[in-house]
């Protein structure tokens, strides 16, 4: 099961972050679509049991958007189920355990969101959370071999723009403070914690972290 690192960073000037990343040498990461509209539930047992274990079991069904335009019914779609569970054992690494979300992830990409549902339900589990975001990935030229593994997650969401910063936690710290944040500034919430809670401070009820149709960002 591979190990992931991560922390999140609010962006509360997008602009200014753009210029960042152009100062750093941050490009869109591979040969993808760049911005990719995320559609994600989250499934549990009627009594909680994966959330009291911390554990997570999520199906992802990703859909390329283009630059100025949100995601049309003919983009090509991908479809990733996650399971999430904290590290097993003792940490080598103790500072891991305060600064970053450190967490063993499993993923993999499946063929139908909707058969894959069905199945969940036949097991007893339901989808109680759904929540979406835009994302563009960007990674650090290899001539900077300090940010090899780094992957740096721009997410538009409907309580706001963070970045996720994922990899190697010496990274992940050089490439913050690049940005101009310290560790300060780092979030360990996952975007269920953070959306509750900006429920609570606007005075409106929970329910899913999803965007109005015409209040979906564009670029």
Known sequence: MARETEIKLKISD?????????RIGARLAGHGPGRVHEENLIFDTP???LAKHGQLLRIRIETPGTRGK??????KQRVILTFKQPVAGPMSDRSARGHYKVREEIELEVSEAAALTKIFEGLGMSGWFRY????????????KGWARGLLIELDETPIGTFVELEGPA???DRAAHELGFSKADYVLKNYLLLYMEDCRKEGRPARNMVFAEQSAPTK
Not at 14 to 22: D, N, P, S, T
Not at 132 to 143: D, G, I, M, N, V
């Open 132 to 143: 979406e975001k835009y994302r563009t990935t960007f990674q650090l030229p290899a001539s």
């Open 170 to 172: 010496e990274a992940i």
């Open 47 to 49: 009594q909680g049991g």
């Open 70 to 75: 949100s995601r049309t019914r003919n983009s």
């Open 14 to 22: 997008g602009r200014a972050f753009q210029r960042a990343l152009k």
